[in-house]
């Protein structure tokens, strides 16, 4: 069964980066389709960003362009790198793949 165990947020000024990380036991990671979510406060989890095992990705429209989702499988970890962050960037991060997510990590862009 795979847990999932996200790790890296915090608080940055506008402009900043983070990189946020996403371990995960099981021996399967390597052929999952991995993703990482979002949920700002009062709004709907969105989905951010997707990797799939052989390493093509896809991205939301608000991040692409200063996110990079990535993953290495022999350490069945995935890494969400964040550049010029935003306030509206603002959000607890989910590490998701199928039904199981892991506990989040927030992030806050503020000045």
């Known amino acids: 069964q795979v847990q999932l165990v996200e790790s890296g947020g915090g608080l940055v000024q506008p402009g900043g980066s983070l990189r946020l990380s996403c371990v995960a036991s099981g021996s399967i990671f390597s052929i999952l389709p991995m993703a990482w979510y979002r949920q700002a406060p009062g709004k709907e989890r969105e989905w951010v960003a997707t990797?799939?095992?052989?390493?093509?990705?896809a991205y939301a429209d608000s991040v692409k362009g200063r996110f990079t989702i990535s993953r290495d499988n022999a350490k069945n970890t995935m890494w969400l790198q964040m550049n010029s962050l935003k306030p509206e960037d603002t959000a607890v991060y989910y590490c998701?793949?199928?039904?199981?997510w892991g506990q989040g990590t927030q992030v806050t862009v503020s000045s």
């Open positions: 990797i799939i095992s052989g390493g093509n990705a």
């Open positions: 998701n793949t199928g039904q199981k």
